[in-house]
């Protein structure tokens, strides 16, 4: 075999291109991973196949887009309405159906009294509210028409005096005086007489029957 000679000038070449093969070497891998800043390194050089970013599917151009869910409706403010109570009106007219209280009624009597002739009475001062009055409550048995005088004695020497028409049947009634103002503080002065005697018979006919409120006598034929 037949030996050739390397001279230095070829070795310096030899040496050089080796020097550009190992550069060039070098750079590829560089190059390869050179790329946007904004896109991801490839895989590792062990051989595997560069990472693919998935891009956002799009929705096809006959399929609506989702909306956002709608947001409830804020809560309405309460509005408050200031209620007036109406003013109480004029008190309504009374029910003429409906009858009044009866006003308090109080009555000072004397005792009961009759006659030989049939005349019974009982005289009394009667009290109603702030009036007061004179009345007498007699039963006529003589079987004629009497008279009777009632006089009522109010203080201060005051004088009321009604006459009464007694007819002749045995059933009761009243004969009373008109009603007057009574003095609350002076109510002990007030009194009543009744006097029954026949009717007709001028100044002779005979008293048959004197009853006062305050105690009374009788007199007869």
Known sequence: MRHRRVTPVALRAFAFALGLVVAAAALVPVMATAGPADRPAPAALGGGSPAVLAAPESPAPDQPVPSAPAQPPAPETPVVLEVFAPEPGPDPDPDPDIAPAPLPVVTRCGPELSSPDGVEAQTCVVSEGTGVRARTYYRNATGRELDAVLTFLAPAGRTVQVRCAIEARDEPGTCQTPMEPRE?????????????????????????????????????S
């Not at 029954?196 to 006598?217: H, I, K």
């Open 184 to 220: 609350e503080s002076r109510a002990a002065e007030y009194s009543a007489v009744a006097e029954f005697a026949g009717s007709g018979e001028g100044d002779s006919t005979p008293l048959l029957l004197r009853s006062g409120s305050n105690g009374a006598r009788t007199e007869g």
